[in-house]
């Protein structure tokens, strides 16, 4: 399927486990984003990436660990969960800045991470 | 420290009239506006841009308004119908493509 899609769209998981979340995008766009979306936080940026092999932190990195080795995957790695990484993730993607709607950012349909 | 903010969470409109979200910002290096509307269990959809040369950016029923000079944007939609009930996100981007979000605003349109 083309677009952007998430797996898995549940997950429980125990205090201390690692959990990987994965994002798949099918439109070669160079950009993609992790973000976390909390209640009276909107949505906050965990790690982004410009391109393959190229990622930098965003607001809130603490506690998560991505990759890049393909253009198209992003996954992002809870090392040691905490009840407080419980949250609703996202994946994003985008093309590259200064083009006509380049800023505009695809989503993908969320993970429900609960960590008890 | 919140560098975009949308101090309403919550707004009720009547199916037919107009529904404002409005949207303040605290960075004036932010050169790009964009607005997301969100479902429960789907992720979030792009609505509307304006660039911050412009002042107004309309789109169907959709209006967003700029004003730079008070650090302040809205989102109009008129009229308002029952499926525009949805959280609608603010954004803006310091530069490239990073996007800051928002807490977001509850819109229930009754019909």
């Known amino acids: 399927d083309a677009g952007i899609t998430q797996s898995p769209r549940y997950k429980i998981t125990e205090t201390g486990r690692q959990v990987t979340l994965m994002c798949h995008q099918t439109?070669?766009?160079?950009?993609m984003f992790w973000y976390r979306q909390d209640l009276g936080h909107g949505l906050r940026l965990i790690y982004y990436?410009?391109?393959?092999?190229?990622?930098d932190k965003g607001e809130v990195p603490d506690g998560y660990v991505v990759s890049r080795s393909k253009t198209e995957n992003f996954p992002l790695t809870l090392e040691s969960a905490t009840r407080s990484q419980t949250s609703v993730y996202f994946c994003?993607?985008?093309?590259?800045?200064?083009?006509?709607?380049?800023?505009?950012?695809?989503f993908g349909p969320g993970t429900r991470l609960t960590v008890t | 420290d919140q560098q975009v903010k949308q101090n309403s969470p919550s707004l009720s409109v009547q199916e037919g009239r107009i529904s404002i979200l409005n949207c303040d910002y605290t960075?004036?290096?932010?050169?790009?506006f964009l607005w997301y509307k969100k479902y429960p269990a789907e992720g979030p959809t792009f609505l509307i841009s304006?660039?911050?040369?412009?002042d107004k950016n309309e789109d169907g029923r959709f209006t967003v308004f700029l004003n730079k000079s008070a650090k302040h944007l809205s989102l109009h939609i008129v009229p308002s119908q029952p499926g525009d009930s949805a959280v609608y996100f603010c954004?803006?981007?310091?530069?490239?493509?990073?996007?800051?979000f928002g807490a977001g605003t509850i819109l229930r349109v009754k019909s």
């Open positions: 990436s410009a391109a393959a092999d190229i990622t």
């Open positions: 439109w070669s766009h160079s950009y």
């Open positions: 960075n004036s290096m932010f050169d790009y």
């Open positions: 994003a993607s985008s093309g590259t800045a200064g083009l006509a709607g380049d800023y505009e950012q695809y």
């Open positions: 304006i660039s911050s040369i412009k």
């Open positions: 954004a803006a981007s310091p530069y490239g493509n990073k996007l800051v």
